[in-house]
């Protein structure tokens, strides 16, 4: 009596590794595609908040190698008032205004966005709009991105 399973079973453990490699490669390669976005994303809003006036830190080293942008503010105090007054506008930074890019670009926004956003950060910041008046268009803004696409 002859005994194929074995050869059946190592055939279908095969297929499986593949399988399972070959997703593991779409996802390491969306993952690395993703990053590499996240990091533009963060050059074109440093530069563009550069344009608008803002000070940022890392100027001479090309503003960030990563996710986040850092705002210079010249005191804890004033960083709290520009987080709270983005916060007004539905922006979120935290006390040392550092601003991110992960969330947006999981969002699937592009540089074009974030030039966009710079702007809006701008209004608050160095033109003094009222917040609520930015917080509409952040919302619309935000309106054309519902889905996390990266995850």
Not at 26 to 48: D, G, I, Y
């Amino acid at each position: 009596m002859k005994r194929s399973w074995p050869i059946a079973v190592v055939i279908s453990l095969a297929v499986i590794v593949l399988a399972i490699s070959g997703i593991l490669a779409f996802h390491w390669q969306s993952a690395h595609s993703a990053a590499q976005q996240v990091v533009r994303n963060s050059k074109t809003l440093a530069e563009a908040l550069d344009q608008h006036g803002v000070k940022l830190l890392g100027k001479e080293a090309g503003f960030t190698q990563s996710h986040q942008v850092i705002v210079d503010v010249p005191s804890e105090d004033e960083g709290f008032r520009l987080a709270r007054r983005l916060e007004k506008a539905n922006m979120i930074v935290d006390i040392a205004v550092r601003i991110g890019t992960s969330e947006e670009t999981r969002r699937g926004m592009r540089e074009g966005e974030m030039e966009q956003i710079a702007e809006l950060i701008a209004r608050v910041w160095i033109r003094n709009e009222d917040p609520a008046r930015i917080k509409k268009e952040v919302l619309r803004l935000r309106r054309d991105f519902p889905s996390i696409h990266f995850a």
